[in-house]
Every structure is written in structure tokens, then in C-alpha cells.
């Protein structure tokens, strides 16, 4: 059944909310996935929800992913997606895990190309919205487009660079700059790189006042 989906039906199926199944897109496309079976129209809002067999399909679509993901970073084929093993690639999020050697520069740009290259295949040659694979680790996922766009991430050593975390809403991340003075303009050159590798951002302020980005992926 997945076979036949457009990417922008794989995206919404996989993008869906994992308890409800309420399907985030737009009209053409939840008519399409109703007319396949895989989701229905419910409520007087008109949302539409995967059916049991659209929940199948994410499923199937899920896994497939994985699949491919682990074989663009090299990983063995049960490898599990827990903590990542010894010299698998991890991005930087800020949080000082990451040691910086001379090879870090030719290991970003390696996990970036791999990454791009999830995507063409996941979403049929379309490159600027994020894989599903990406959805599932999205502090990962973020961190590796800042990285590899060449933003400073923060050191304990350098007092300007971006952090990237969970936030407290499901499906989104939370990135700070640890600089306060240089925030809001840093922040800013975010944003801006974030949107056309698939990443929406908006800026908050911490009861403090301390200004920080809320991340999702972009669906469409």
C-alpha cells in the first residue's frame, strides 16, 4: 500500500500523531489518503485520523526508514537505535559530548551528504523537508543541519555557540545561544539557516527574558 502513496502522503501518514493518529495536511492530500483507505474524516472540525490500516502503513513506513537510515550511516542491519556505539557519528548539540578533532569537519560534511541522501530516497528525490528518520531524533537531526552549516556550537571554552535539546512539547526542540548578549541576532542567523533545510523556528522568551528558538520539522 505504501508504494503507491505520493511523498506528501508518506510525509503526512509518518508525520501523524503517534496516540491519535489526527493527520496534519492538507486537503488534497487527506482526501487522497482517505480515498486509499488509510485514513478517515471525524468530528465537526473535519479532522482526519489514520485508520487501522493507515496506522499499518506507518508502521511499514517507519521501519523502512530506519532500514535506510542505518544503511547511509553504516550501521549494522539489527543495529538498534539506543545509544549511539563506538565511532558511529554523533552531531553536536552543544552539550559538551562531542570532542572536536581535525577529521570533524570531513565527518559533519559525510553525515550530511548521507543525510540529504535519506531524504532523496524517502521522499522521492525531495531534499528540502525532513526524512522521517529525522522526525524520531530531531535534537540529532537539527544539530547536524547547524553543524553542518557551519554554526559554532557552544564549548565551555568558547562563550558564544548554540545548544540544542528536547523541548517540553512532543515533536519539537528547544535551541538557546550561549552568549546572551549576541542571542537574539545569533538566534536569528537560526532561523534563517533552519528554513530552507526543511526546519520552521520561532522565537520565545524564558520568564528571565533569555530569548530560544521552538524547532519542527516543516511537513510540506
Given at each position: 500500500m505504501s508504494k503507491g502513496l505520493t511523498a506528501a502522503q508518506r510525509r503526512a501518514v509518518t508525520g501523524s500523531d503517534p496516540s491519535t493518529g489526527r493527520v496534519a495536511a492538507g486537503a488534497v492530500?487527506?482526501?487522497?489518503?482517505?480515498?486509499?483507505?488509510?485514513?478517515?474524516?471525524?468530528?465537526?472540525?473535519?479532522?482526519?485520523?489514520?485508520?487501522?490500516?493507515?496506522?499499518?502503513?506507518?508502521?511499514?513506513?517507519?521501519?523502512?526508514?530506519?532500514?535506510?537510515?542505518?544503511?547511509?550511516?553504516?550501521?549494522?542491519?539489527?543495529?538498534?537505535?539506543?545509544?549511539?556505539?563506538?565511532?558511529?557519528?554523533?552531531?553536536?548539540?552543544?552539550?559538551?559530548?562531542?570532542?572536536?578533532?581535525?577529521?570533524r569537519p570531513g565527518e559533519v560534511a559525510a553525515a550530511w551528504e548521507g543525510l540529504l541522501?535519506?531524504?532523496?530516497?524517502?521522499?522521492?528525490?525531495?531534499?528540502?523537508?525532513?526524512?522521517?528518520?529525522?522526525?524520531?531524533?530531531?535534537?540529532?537531526?537539527?544539530?547536524?543541519?547547524?553543524?553542518?552549516?557551519?554554526?559554532?556550537?557552544?564549548?565551555?571554552?568558547?562563550?558564544?555557540?548554540?545548544?540544542?535539546?528536547?523541548?517540553?512539547?512532543p515533536g519539537l526542540v528547544e535551541v538557546t545561544w550561549s552568549e546572551a548578549g549576541s542571542g537574539p541576532a545569533s538566534l536569528a542567523r537560526v532561523v534563517a539557516l533552519l528554513g530552507p533545510l526543511g526546519w520552521q523556528a520561532t522565537e520565545h522568551h524564558a520568564r528571565g527574558g533569555a530569548p530560544f528558538l521552538l524547532v519542527s520539522p516543516r511537513h510540506t
Open positions: 492530500v487527506c482526501t487522497g489518503l482517505v480515498a486509499a483507505g488509510l485514513a478517515v474524516r471525524h468530528g465537526r472540525a473535519g479532522q482526519h485520523y489514520l485508520t487501522p490500516e493507515g496506522r499499518r502503513v506507518r508502521a511499514e513506513l517507519a521501519e523502512r526508514d530506519a532500514r535506510v537510515a542505518r544503511e547511509a550511516a553504516g550501521e549494522p542491519a539489527q543495529g538498534g537505535h539506543t545509544e549511539p556505539e563506538r565511532g558511529q557519528f554523533v552531531a553536536d548539540d552543544g552539550s559538551g559530548t562531542v570532542r572536536t578533532t581535525a577529521a541522501q535519506i531524504r532523496a530516497v524517502l521522499g522521492d528525490g525531495a531534499v528540502e523537508v525532513p526524512a522521517g528518520w529525522e522526525r524520531e531524533r530531531p535534537v540529532h537531526a537539527v544539530a547536524l543541519a547547524l553543524e553542518a552549516a557551519g554554526v559554532p556550537p557552544h564549548r565551555a571554552e568558547r562563550p558564544s555557540g548554540y545548544r540544542v535539546g528536547p523541548s517540553d512539547h
